[in-house]
T-cell receptor, first 114, second 118 residues
Framework: DQQVKQNSPSLSVQEGRISILNCDYT??????FLWYKKYPAEGPTFLIS?????DKNEDGRFTVFLNKSAKHLSLHIVPSQPGDSAVYFC?????????????FGRGTQLTVWP | DTGVSQDPRHKITKRGQNVTFRCDPI?????LYWYRQTLGQGPEFLTY????????KSRLLSDRFSAERPKGSFSTLEIQRTEQGDSAMYLC????????????????FGEGSRLTVL
């Protein structure tokens, strides 16, 4: 049972525009959410996170929004750059259970073209 | 390089053979995790060590799988009698209990060990 869902397997955006990646979750016990970025032949690397007590977290060009009532979060990248082309994984954790046990979505392949 | 190191990066084996993967976490990270990623899926949790103690195992970790972290440093993941369904990328990650965002799930991943079972 997929508790974290990324329903868009791919997204193509022109350089300079906004990229919006979406993620839905079903487990109401999740209280922390993370985005990881993965380039080919590399392991996932942490990008940005948000606690369930917040609805927005911003770090440079990256902003994550959380809508708890809808069990939905999104990652905004503004402006998008060709180097952002990668697979983006949404992940969630229930900090009351095993720390570091992340539940990942299937990922969204972002392609930023010039 | 002080990141998480995994070896081998690629392993091709025949069905029924045993394989072993090694992970060297970031120095001083006391938590170590194994995840598995199959084609088209996100990483899935397999098991977790705090120091040398294996504290949790996923139902994905069948009896053919065994993981160890004997001295609380490097870890090994052994798969016995491999099956074609074991073909996947095996990812190791580490974190420190009291540093940074470790308590929130931020993990440092290695590049993975890709297993192909023929």
């Amino acid at each position: 049972d997929q508790q974290v869902k990324q329903n868009s397997p791919s997204l193509s955006v022109q350089e300079g525009r906004i990229s919006i990646l979406n993620c839905d979750y079903t487990n109401s016990m999740f209280d922390y959410f993370l985005w990881y970025k993965k380039y080919p032949a590399e392991g996932p690397t942490f990008l940005i996170s948000i606690s369930s007590i917040k609805d927005k977290n911003e770090d440079g060009r990256f902003t994550v929004f959380l809508n708890k009532s809808a069990k939905h979060l999104s990652l905004h990248i503004v402006p998008s750059q060709p180097g952002d082309s990668a697979v983006y994984f949404c992940a969630a954790v229930d900090r009351g259970s095993t720390l570091g046990r992340l539940y990942f979505g299937r990922g969204t392949q972002l392609t930023v073209w010039p | 390089d002080t990141g998480v190191s995994q070896d081998p990066r690629h392993k091709i084996t025949k069905r029924g053979q045993n394989v072993t993967f090694r992970c060297d976490p970031i120095s001083e990270h006391n938590r170590l995790y194994w995840y598995r990623q199959t084609l088209g899926q996100g990483p899935e949790f397999l098991t977790y060590f705090q120091n040398e103690a294996q504290l949790e195992k996923s139902r994905l970790l069948s009896d053919r799988f065994s993981a160890e972290r004997p001295k609380g440093s490097f870890s090994t993941l052994e798969i016995q009698r491999t099956e074609q369904g074991d073909s996947a990328m095996y990812l190791c990650a580490s974190s420190h209990e009291n540093r940074g965002r470790a308590n929130t799930g931020e993990l440092f991943f290695g590049e993975g060990s890709r297993l192909t079972v023929l």
